[in-house]
């Protein structure tokens, strides 16, 4: 509830308002949402037993999450063992701080990064430009959003909202000549920035997928290989790691690697895998020469223990809920208002920062259980909704009006008679309202849906009220059929 | 077309008994869903009864938080349907709250528990009852229109009621059945949802109308009035010929004119 809009606080519904009115960015999202899921299909069907490989998925998360500690443990000392450096950070605050310190000690005056979700989250790169560095994403989509001076609005697509045309423009404004929405002609203009500054940039900065808790490596899934470069070039390598992301052993990691680019792009395997394991080490021929690990709680840790909210932590960042949500394919991803939009968004954001900041984001969304089906590792996020908005209600967080009509539905549908009266006094209520059979007035508690639809009306007669005459109608034919020549079939209303 | 009656009715005693869970939706908004229901279970030779016991659910408050007005409903049920053989519902997604969230709910009243699990254990959509319990695939129903089929979520994420609908739909007599674009996606109803998040579900709504209306059939038919009541409200204020029916509706529809045929 925290964005502005013309000085005005606002929530998601308001945020949305915005995106509904915006018809590129509505075309674009679906366009793209729509391939992906296509993609999606044939990638897990030609795989073939798609829900053990999820059954499977969801098992190891499952079993790390449970035993995080023990497997952070192994994992940092093993980083440590291999020659980098580990830090930990209870929040986004002191993990931009470590970020900082390592920067000035380094007297940093250029970084490149590779996408990072967990950097958006420590809203690393506002700090760097407030402290004259420069930081250039190197992800063509991060890149895209970067220049437009925007947020992702998407975890594994950021410029989801944006198309061809509006990118052309974002590129000859940022320097590009003569360029046209061909494909070829915008990566090559990024190529080619990018060369510069992956040779000169004095840091790099990358998330991380997955650590191995067994080696102590970070595993980089990339599709452009800017990995690589933003790992090896600069002298200084900083991996930025939510605190969950650990597998124990590289065995678990072959089910990672083939459930997370099949339900995030749909591809079978991601074009670049690169698994960095500690700094460069005397003989090797590529490598960092100073590697540091943050490692972020920012709200993950009060999650174990938590037996509803525990399998947030499982999730491996792929977005195929976002891809599937009903919503997200309607309002995108800035409309959330928070680093994680979608459904994971909507479970991730007000559980990590509790408060009212995030706490109308469970409501955006009509339960319908897309997310769930669609997750890999199987988070039943709809579940998770619904359970977050019981939080919200035990918390005394909701609208009076609100907590009134449930009492109301309390007391009327705790006992049949009762409803029964309810529904006699709304069936006169309705009668001033009632035109051509349906509602169209958008007065009232129900506007929400009288805006944009028909409401039906209370029946002339309940089927409780029905029930009685209709036995007895259908006794009447059972008697007649066993008269001879009898009519079979019954009367028709 | 021999029916389960005609089949069955020699078997003295064997006669099958199912209640009937109404939901509230179909009480009080759409009573003729639960008479086309009864008619066709009539039909087949199954004995229906309805315990006035039952209100809801509770799944309006379940979704919007409020476990314990959640449950003062769900209680209704529980009492209600004690006794019951088989529950039938006109719904996937009021079946599917039962067998998804009834259990937990209850779950520190062992009595409740055990009413809980049992109720789960008898409680059927519709169309899943008379596919797999009934064995009933085709009804002898004649319905010479052009059909289109929306999948309800909760009936087919939560409940896995999949191909059901689609099988007792093949199976009507003139009945030409096109595929609805898009059809898994979500309708925008979601309860409160639609009212809270109202210009979010319109969008959501419109969309959904947008492929029936590719579609170009004459029928939008479903399994769940929650989302038909949306469709519905949306078809009707965009001002399109479209017939909106539950299965039950249709089915009993085309056993009349199937009848006479």
């Known amino acids: 509830m925290t964005t502005e809009i013309d000085g005005k606080q606002t929530g998601v519904l308001d945020r949305s308002r915005l995106a509904l009115q915006d018809d590129f960015l509505r075309a674009a999202v679906r366009f793209t949402a729509d391939r992906l899921r296509g993609k999606k299909r044939i990638a897990t069907e030609s795989l073939g037993n798609w829900e053990t490989w999820r059954e499977r998925g969801m098992q190891i998360r499952s079993h790390t999450v449970a035993n995080l500690d023990y497997y952070l443990a192994q994992f940092t000392e093993n980083v440590e063992a291999a020659g980098g450096h580990v830090h930990f950070a209870d929040d986004a605050a002191e993990a931009a701080q470590t970020v900082m310190n390592i920067l000035m000690e380094k007297q940093a005056r250029s970084v490149v990064k590779s996408k990072s979700m967990v950097s958006e989250e420590i809203g690393i790169n506002h700090l760097l430009e407030e402290h004259g560095i420069e930081v250039v994403e190197t992800d063509l989509g991060e890149y895209i959003v970067q220049l437009a001076r925007e947020t992702p609005s998407h975890i594994i697509i950021p410029a989801i909202h944006k198309n061809r045309r509006q990118i052309k423009d974002l590129f000859t404004e940022a320097g590009g000549e003569n360029l046209t929405t061909d494909t070829k002609t915008l990566t090559a203009f990024a190529r080619n920035t990018m060369r510069n500054k992956f040779l000169r940039a004095d840091v790099g900065i990358t998330g991380c997928n997955f650590g191995i808790a067994e080696s102590g490596s970070v595993v980089l899934f990339t599709n452009e290989g800017n990995a690589d470069m933003v790992t090896n070039l600069p002298k200084t390598h900083i991996v930025l790691m939510g605190m969950e992301r650990l597998l124990p052993a590289f065995a678990d990691l072959e089910v990672m690697a083939n459930l997370l680019p099949r339900a995030a792009t749909g591809q079978s395997i991601t074009t670049y895998m690169s698994v960095i394991t500690g700094n460069r080490r005397r003989g090797d021929i590529d490598g960092a020469q100073e590697m540091h690990l943050i490692v972020l709680d920012n709200g993950r840790s009060r999650q174990i223990g938590d037996a509803k909210m525990q399998s947030v932590l499982n999730c491996i960042r792929c977005g195929a809920c976002l891809n599937v949500c009903p919503v997200y394919r309607q309002i995108g991803g800035h409309a959330y208002g928070s680093v994680y939009p979608g459904p994971i968004g909507a479970v991730l954001s007000p559980v990590l920062n509790e408060g009212e900041k995030y706490a109308d984001l469970p409501y955006a969304s009509s339960l319908c259980g897309a997310c769930s089906e669609a997750c890999p590792v199987k988070i039943p996020l709809h579940d998770l909704l619904v359970h977050l908005r019981q939080r919200h209600v035990e918390h005394g967080h909701t609208k009076t009006m609100e907590r009134l009509a449930f009492r109301g539905f309390k007391v009327a549908f705790s006992r049949p008679n009762r409803l029964n009266l309810a529904i006699k006094m709304a069936r006169l209520g309705q009668k001033a309202l009632v035109r051509n059979g349906h509602i169209e007035s958008t007065l009232g508690p129900l506007k929400g849906w009288t805006a944009g639809r028909d409401a039906p009306t209370v029946a002339k007669q309940s089927f409780h009220d029905r029930w009685r005459t209709l036995q007895s109608e259908l006794q009447t034919q059972h008697n007649h059929a066993l008269e001879p020549k009898a009519e079979r079939g019954g009367d028709v209303e | ?261």
């Open chain 2, 1 to 261: 077309m021999e029916s389960y009656r005609d089949e069955h009715e020699h078997e003295e005693g064997h006669m099958m008994k199912v209640s009937l869970f109404v939901t509230c939706l179909v009480d009080n908004l759409y009573p003729q869903v639960g008479e086309a229901m009864v008619r066709l279970l009539d039909h087949l030779g199954v004995e229906v009864d309805f315990p006035q016991a039952q209100t809801c659910c509770g799944q309006p408050a379940f979704n919007s938080g409020y476990v314990d007005e959640a449950r003062a409903s769900a209680k209704t049920l529980l009492d209600a349907f004690e006794d019951a053989n088989y529950v039938i519902s006109p719904s996937g997604s009021c079946t599917g709250m039962v067998h998804h969230y009834y259990e937990e709910m209850f779950a520190d009243d062992p009595k409740r528990v055990r009413q809980a699990v049992d109720l789960a254990d008898k409680s059927y959509e519709f169309s899943q009852f008379l596919v797999n319990v009934l064995g009933v695939t085709d009804i002898g129903a004649f319905f010479p229109y052009s059909v289109t089929y929306h999948p309800s979520c909760h009936g087919s994420r939560l409940l896995g009621v999949k191909d059901e609908p689609l099988q007792l739909l093949r199976n009507v007599r003139g009945l030409e059945l096109i595929d609805l674009p898009y059809d898994t996606d979500c309708c925008g109803f979601g309860g409160t949802f639609a009212v809270k998040m109202g210009d979010i579900s319109t969008a959501m709504v419109t969309e959904k109308v947008s492929h029936v209306r590719e579609t170009g059939a004459r029928v939008l038919v479903g399994v769940d009035m929650g989302c038909l009541m949306n469709i519905g409200g949306r078809i009707s204020r965009e001002g399109e010929q479209v017939r909106v029916m539950h299965l039950a509706e249709l089915l009993y529809e085309g056993v009349q004119a199937g009848v006479s045929d």
